[in-house]
């Protein structure tokens, strides 16, 4: 059984540099490698979106030089990456307050997000400058204005309409989701959409996340048995 929607924490880029007494830079400049071949291995084996937490608003907070780092690899990635996402058919998607980002870097998503949209056989989420908990605040704030207007009444208001407000309202909800670095909590990535996904965490940090460790994500999460308050004899009796 393969998932529909993977999503990756992908942690550990700074400790894999440390570790090697290299700049915290340089595990970023390699980390870049493996969202590569994240990328090309989910697109090899069928898997239909794939999102990964690429900058959450907390990181902000982070010193003003390296942000500027993580800034300028993104807009090399999405720069390098376009031809090949344009041949393989997949559509680039980004989520969160983007309204938070440099200019440059915006213009660069919308960009590439325009190029791509054609793109069928795999959606690649950017989770940029993207925090669960505040885009659940915004959704509630588009749901209430809404009521405000008239346009909804309080008994009207369901799951349907709450997921209908967050920036990933276009997408399924996450099947499998992955953190690496051998953490073990979500930092508030997808909330809601991951309430119900198989968790998977590993130790290996994410610059040596290859396509072998993906597979073995892929398959634990074929052995899980998923019963969404089911018995496991009704599970089995469903397929």
């Not at 529909?4 to 490698?33: F, S, T």
């Not at 069928?46 to 993104?74: C, H, I």
Request: glycine residues 8%.
């Amino acid at each position: 059984m393969l998932p529909k929607h993977v999503a990756i924490i992908m942690d550990g880029n700074g400790r894999w540099a440390q570790e090697r007494g290299m700049p915290r830079g340089e595990g970023h400049r390699l980390g870049a490698e493996s969202v590569r071949r994240a990328v090309r291995r989910a697109r090899t084996v069928g898997v239909k979106y794939l999102t990964l937490f690429a900058f959450s608003t907390l990181n902000w907070q982070r010193p003003t030089d390296e942000v500027r780092d993580l800034m300028d690899l993104l807009v090399r990635f999405l720069d390098e990456e376009l031809p090949e996402l344009i041949e393989r058919g997949i559509r680039l998607v980004a989520i969160g307050e983007r309204e938070l980002l440099p200019e440059r870097v915006r213009a660069k998503l919308e960009a590439v997000e325009a190029k791509t949209a054609c793109g069928g056989d795999m959606t690649l989420v950017l989770a940029v400058s993207y925090d669960g908990r505040r885009d659940l605040v915004r959704a509630a704030q588009r749901v209430a204005e809404l009521a405000r207007r008239g346009v909804l009444l309080p008994c009207d208001v369901d799951e349907t309409i709450l997921a209908g407000g967050l920036s990933t309202a276009d997408l399924p909800d996450v099947d499998l989701l992955v953190r690496t670095s051998g953490e073990v909590r979500l930092s508030g990535f997808l909330p809601f959409e991951a309430c119900y996904a198989e968790l998977y965490f590993t130790e290996t940090l994410w610059p040596d996340f290859d396509e072998a460790a993906l597979d073995a994500a892929l398959a634990d999460f074929s052995r899980r048995q998923r019963r969404f308050g089911r018995t496991a004899e009704q599970t089995v009796a469903l397929g």
